[in-house]
T-cell receptor, first 115, second 109 residues
């Protein structure tokens, strides 16, 4: 049981480049989330999903897109990276219908540097 | 707007010196309050969930309590391995979490 995994661990982009961050969970969770963490600001919700095929905007969605084509995967896309998107990105998942707990479990993070 | 404020920002303790971290919140509808531990370069690790005022949870040297306006994380006789950033988050009726900025605890041997 790997929990929540994220790919890649670290990436450097140039302004204007695009990339996709992959999150996978093996806990059969219904809900998945993408956060960014910046110094002194805490974790902020970018987008989230309450089930396969559904997505919704969080607190800071601009410049990001997401997709949840499979229940276990949640993808975060940056179409045209900007230096303001330099951050550490965390994926989380929660809520299994057979054992409804509302605790969110986090992945190890992806460090993104946009030059 | 939902707000979660943690204090202090940083806490330096001597091994064995007990202390408390504070998480104050103003939210429209509280479903639960969560405490996480985060080590450098890693994702947050779940510690506790508290759902109602008066509730307490304990795990080893950590004890979390909840009132209607704030939560405390008490660290009793801390050890160097308790050094980490402790995050507080509140969950509202829309199931989203709002996080505080965290308290970084350093325990010296």
């Amino acid at each position: 049981n790997a929990g929540v995994t994220q790919t890649p661990k670290f990436r450097v982009l140039k302004t204007g480049q695009s990339m996709t961050l992959l999150c996978a969970q093996d806990m059969n969770h219904e809900y998945m989330y993408w956060y960014r963490q910046d110094p002194g600001m805490g974790l902020r919700l970018i987008h989230y999903s309450v089930g396969e095929g559904t997505t919704a905007k969080g607190e800071v969605p601009d410049g990001y897109n997401v997709s949840r084509l499979k229940k276990q995967n949640f993808l975060l896309g940056l179409e045209s990276a900007a230096p303001s998107q330099t951050s550490v990105y965390f994926c989380a998942s929660s809520f299994e219908l057979a054992d409804p707990q509302e605790t969110q479990y986090f992945g190890p993070g992806t460090r993104l540097l946009v030059l | 707007e939902d707000q979660v404020t943690q204090s202090p920002e940083a806490l330096r303790l001597q091994e064995g010196e007990s202390s408390s971290l504070n998480c104050s919140y103003t939210v429209s509808g509280l479903r639960g309050l969560f405490w996480y531990r985060q080590d450098p370069g890693k994702g947050p690790e779940f510690l506790f969930t508290l759902y109602s005022a008066g509730e307490e949870k304990e795990k080893e040297r950590l004890k979390a309590t909840l009132t209607k306006k704030e939560s405390f994380l008490h660290i009793t006789a801390p050890k160097p391995e308790d050094s980490a950033t402790y995050l507080c988050a509140v969950q509202t009726n829309d199931y989203k979490l709002s996080f505080g900025a965290g308290t970084t605890v350093t325990v010296r041997a």
